[in-house]
């Protein structure tokens, strides 16, 4: 059972996606994670978010590992720790810019369809159902307003020490999802047969809850 979790930013994938997996005993994958970690990479040694051909060398000697600790993601790239690195603004200002480009996208992609290829896992992102595993057995869209996903990028951020307005969040979210959702290659969208789910007024239990009674049903 592959299942596929899509939205825009902050919508409560990777909430929700943790708690799914772990409910279930399945495996985990981030794969926004996956274009943060290069998006580091990149910044760490001054690749320009246009140089499509050193991105994908990047890409491809790019070495990652993901595991779960607490309901946390530990992400470990090239031997480092770097699961709060990649979550800062500097990286989610550049992301965007990286990930549009189609030979760096097929590079990712490879590499999350062969995680995913033994099944029981639970993979989360922005072309899941539509581009990644399009025969996933069950698709979610998450989805919430603007406003209150800038909320909550705000409060994540305050718990992690920092310090930003909700303005400024709102207006770096607005600005990720049109450029995720306008470039040419896999943009966010919901696939036609993915359940949504409008995640506004909705707690994280309620939101995991939903999730695992549609699972239940397909059964
Ligand atoms: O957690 P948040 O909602 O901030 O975003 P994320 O899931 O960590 O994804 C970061 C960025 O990676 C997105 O804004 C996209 O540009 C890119 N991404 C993508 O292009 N395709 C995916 N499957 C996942 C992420």
Same mark, same amino acid.
């Given at each position: 059972m592959i299942i596929a979790i899509d939205g825009p930013a902050a919508s409560g994938k990777s909430t929700t996606a943790q708690l799914v997996a772990e409910r279930l005993g399945y495996a985990y994958l981030d794969t926004g994670a996956m274009y943060r970690a290069l998006t580091l990479k990149a910044l760490r040694q001054g %690749?320009?978010?246009?140089d499509e051909e050193r991105l994908c060398q990047l890409a491809s000697s790019l070495q990652l590992s993901f595991s779960l600790k607490d309901s946390r993601l530990k992400v470990i790239m090239d031997d480092e720790e770097v699961s709060q690195k990649i979550r800062s603004s500097q990286v989610s200002r550049m992301v965007s810019l990286v990930s549009r480009h189609p030979k760096v996208r097929r590079i990712m992609v490879d590499r999350q369809r062969r995680f995913g290829e033994k099944g029981r896992v639970v993979v989360e992102g922005? !072309?899941?159902? &539509?581009? %990644?595993?399009?025969?996933?057995d069950l698709k979610v869209y998450l989805d919430a307003t603007p406003e209150e996903r800038a909320k909550r990028r705000m409060e994540e951020l305050r718990m992690g020490g920092g310090n930003s307005s909700l303005e400024e969040q709102l207006a770096a979210i607005v600005d990720r999802d049109r450029l995720d959702s306008q470039?040419? !290659?896999?943009? $966010?969208r919901k696939a036609e047969d993915a359940v949504l789910i !409008? &995640? &506004?007024? $909705?707690?994280i239990e309620e939101e995991g809850k939903a999730v695992l009674d549609l699972i239940k049903r397909r059964g």
């Open positions: %690749v320009n978010g246009e922005r !072309d899941i159902g &539509t581009v %990644v595993f399009p025969q996933a470039r040419e !290659d896999s943009p $966010l !409008d &995640t &506004t007024h $909705l707690s």
